[in-house]
């Protein structure tokens, strides 16, 4: 095997796929304040999730309009929508479990996918969609190398994701619990990490 056969895809170690990233309390960017991201893809070209714990006033049903579908009764038109990162804003993008099957997914896990086409709106609307879900506008994401290097000047900690955090914990506690699944209590930590 050639030296670049070998740096085609990170190694199982440095792939976040499916991983938490946590935003370390000195991160004070407004898209990346006590953020959690969902990493959906991590290969060597970069990496991309969605923000799972920031909620817009802008809800389900605005965007439902907006698109022109037509609804049924059985949907949850008062869900908030989340800023899933500062890339991409005016695009939709749905994190949801199960997986299913729709027109433009990424499975992400055994459960989880993240879905980009208008079927899962449309099921949404008519209260057949996934239970379990959050629309996102926009995505964050990271140039090859470029999360490795934040990692290394300790702007995040990750830790594999846990299904429930993302699904059926409280937006306002993602941040808080998504640390606690590596021991880390964010109240303990000063905005100056790392410095005397």
């Known amino acids: 095997m050639t030296t670049a056969e070998k740096t085609e895809t990170p190694p199982a170690a440095n792939n976040f796929t499916g991983h938490f990233l946590i935003a370390m309390p000195s991160l004070d960017d407004g898209f990346f304040n006590q953020a959690v991201t969902y990493i959906c893809e991590h290969d060597d070209s970069g990496c991309f999730g969605v923000i799972i714990n920031q909620e817009t006033t802008v809800t389900l049903k605005e ?5 022109g579908i037509e ?3 059985n949907y949850h038109e008062d ?3 989340f800023v899933g990162g500062p890339v991409d804003q005016g695009r939709g993008f749905i994190l949801h479990r199960p997986v299913g099957n729709w027109q433009s997914s990424l499975q992400v896990s055994n459960n989880i996918a993240l879905t980009t086409s208008k079927d899962i709106l449309e099921a949404l609307a008519n209260g057949t969609g996934p239970e379990d879900n959050i629309v996102a506008l926009g995505y964050a994401g990271w140039s090859a190398g470029q999360l490795e290097d934040e990692m290394a000047n300790n702007t995040w ?3 594999p994701a846990d299904e429930q ?3 059926d914990t409280p937006p306002a ?3 808080k619990a998504a ?3 590596i021991g880390i209590d964010l109240s303990l930590l000063s905005n100056d990490a790392g410095h005397a």
């Open 179 to 181: 640390a606690q699944l």
């Open 165 to 167: 955090i993302i699904f």
């Open 157 to 159: 900690l990750n830790c």
């Open 63 to 67: 965007i439902i309009q907006q698109m």
């Open 173 to 175: 506690e993602r941040w």
């Open 79 to 81: 869900q908030p929508v």
């Open 71 to 73: 609804t049924g009764e």
